[in-house]
């Protein structure tokens, strides 16, 4: 089962940056939104952001402005570039590829990278 490798996850304060990488399944990436989603504890997993294969980028109201999603075509890679981190951005994070904006993700969930914003 082919599956995502999210990394780059760690504790930061308040108001810090992190830089979250994924390595997309080449058989899930060209011709496929790539999607960030995040899970805190007792709750579901939320999207938080996507990027198309054109490029064009939408974001969860909560992080607009903060987080940018970006894509490397050559290296089957995503990211997530977060600044000025909030405590409620707390969550592990992961990647997934979709067909369409609502169509559900296509590949298995990998393990996550857990993102902790704590003083």
């Known amino acids: 089962q082919v599956q995502f490798v999210e990394s780059g996850g760690g504790l930061v304060q308040p108001g810090g940056s992190l830089r979250l990488s994924c390595v997309v399944p080449?058989?899930?990436?060209?011709?496929?939104?790539i999607a960030w989603y995040r899970q805190a504890p007792g709750n579901g997993r939320d999207l938080v952001a996507r990027?198309?294969?054109?490029?064009?980028?939408r974001y969860a109201d909560s992080v607009k402005g903060r987080f940018t999603i970006s894509r490397d075509n050559t290296k089957k890679t995503a990211y997530l570039q977060m600044n000025s981190l909030k405590p409620e951005d707390t969550a592990r994070y992961y990647c997934?590829?979709?067909?369409?904006?609502?169509?559900?993700?296509?590949?298995?969930w990998g393990q996550g990278t857990q993102v902790t914003v704590s003083s």
């Open positions: 997934n590829s979709l067909i369409t904006p609502l169509s559900g993700v296509v590949g298995s």
């Open positions: 990027v198309s294969t054109s490029g064009s980028t």
């Open positions: 080449e058989s899930m990436f060209t011709g496929y939104i």
